[in-house]
């Protein structure tokens, strides 16, 4: 019998990802005996942390852990639990999860996986260096930031390099845990255990997902004031050199200190204002796609439609039907 170890970092939590963990190995490892495939569990699970304090999420729900981390002589699997607030505060807060972490993956060799956000504990460990990762959307840009030798793999939901996983954002979590099942269950009971937790099976994209609000975590003003004139001007065609010369800088300084800023150069980031708005309009209008192309300043349909889909996964078409009330019920 393997042992997982689902961590419960300190500070704040999402109690789904520790919760939906237990219950998916759960019903894996019981549908595993009732068919017959194993006599036994094939995991044993232990909810681990620094210490045995009872942990209270959303003020509300009291999560106990069943072992310390000093407690566990062995595993197999860790799954760290998602947390939400305060990255620094954390980071801060798990230091000695994150040592422990690094040696288990010497000692064990244990496979390890971050939910959402848990990815900033795993990248302090040094164990994603020269890997790729996923992560939540909304903290790419402080993700990428912090962590210069780690490959963000910001459309991934799955992420897996030798042993070391990584799921996109929020509820997606569900999907690597399936990810997990079908590796040391098989594919059989990943199917149904998806299928009698109502998960999409085999999704591995979240960019249709991705809400685009501008990268201004950054210090450099006219940058900023260039950012906010692209997001007032989207449906006009922007020249990059005009722009430059707008703000009284030099066309090659204006691009490198563009891509540092906001890790896109201008023209990826005019994009992806464009592409955003013309996610609004097809989520709440009646346009058709030809008239969304016009409002956001595309003239070449050709070059709308892959612009679109290369951001969002999705065709135009097919992001309209799935996130307009309208279409989606006629």
């Not at 230091?95 to 302090?124: H, M, T």
């Not at 509820?171 to 009698?196: D, H, P, Q, T, V």
Request: net charge positive.
């Amino acid at each position: 019998m393997k042992h997982l170890s689902i961590i419960i970092p300190e500070g704040d939590l999402i109690l789904d990802t520790i919760v939906g963990t237990l219950n998916l190995f759960k019903m894996a490892n019981s549908y595993s005996k009732r068919i017959g495939k194993t006599k036994e569990n094939v995991f044993a699970t232990d909810l681990v942390s620094i210490n045995r304090k009872p942990i209270t999420c959303h003020k509300f729900f009291e999560v106990k852990p069943t072992k310390t981390i000093d407690e566990v002589e062995h595993t197999d699997l860790i799954i760290l639990s998602s947390i939400t607030g305060n990255i620094e505060k954390a980071l801060k807060k798990n230091e000695p999860i994150i040592d422990w972490i690094k040696s288990r993956r010497i000692q064990d060799d244990a496979e390890i996986v971050s939910l959402c956000r848990s990815a900033f504990i795993l990248a302090e460990t040094g164990l994603l260096n020269g890997k790729s990762c996923a992560t939540h959307w909304a903290v790419h840009q402080q993700f990428e930031k912090r962590y210069a030798k780690i490959q963000l793999v910001p459309e991934k939901i799955i992420s897996e390099d030798n042993g070391i996983y990584s799921s996109g954002g929020a509820y997606s979590f569900l999907n690597m845990i399936i990810y997990l099942i079908e590796k040391y269950y098989g594919r059989e009971i990943a199917i149904w255990c998806s299928k009698m937790g109502e998960i999409d099976f085999d999704r591995t994209n979240q960019n249709q997902f991705i809400i685009f609000s501008g990268q201004k975590e950054h210090s450099d003003e006219a940058i900023k004031q260039a950012q906010i004139y692209i997001e007032e001007n989207f449906e006009e065609k922007i020249n990059i050199e005009g722009l430059a010369k707008k703000f009284a800088i030099s066309s090659r300084n204006f691009i490198r200190r563009f891509k540092k800023a906001t890790q896109n150069t201008p023209f990826e980031y005019i994009q992806r204002v464009k592409v955003e708005v013309a996610k609004k309009s097809f989520e709440s209008s009646t346009l058709n796609i030809n008239e969304v192309m016009y409002n956001v300043g595309y003239n070449d349909e050709k070059a709308f439609r892959k612009t679109f889909k290369k951001i969002t996964g999705l065709s135009p078409l097919e992001y309209r039907k799935k996130f307009n009330r309208e279409m989606a019920f006629s």
